[in-house]
């Protein structure tokens, strides 16, 4: 019965560790570009609507950099980013983007 409730007890800590070791990889940039840039993890903003596609777009990474800043304010800047693309569709009148992208910094 020891022995059981040891194992449950590693088996326990070793998941806890892994975790806290995945989030703490989370918040470490995620490569460097080839201009010595340091970009982050991958990010997608939430959807944005209007009736204009281009409003749409600008909504969209608008909300992107809203979520960029929160890694960091010097990682913001959608110009920057690496790999940024919009995603959109169209439903009735409205267009439905969101804009996506790895956030950089020089």
Known sequence: MKTIK???????LTV??????SNANAARPATAAPHGEV???YLHSNVAKAKK????KQRARR?????????GLSYRKWDWARVKHYDCSKKGKWHHCRA????CYK
Do not use: H, I, R
Request: glycine share 6%; with cysteine.
């Open 53 to 56: 596609l281009s409003k749409a």
């Open 100 to 103: 996506a992208g790895y956030p």
């Open 63 to 71: 909300k992107w950099q809203t979520k960029a800043a929160f890694v």
């Open 6 to 12: 040891l194992t449950l007890a590693a088996v326990a």
């Open 39 to 41: 970009c982050m993890g």
């Open 16 to 21: 806890a560790a892994t975790s806290l070791a």
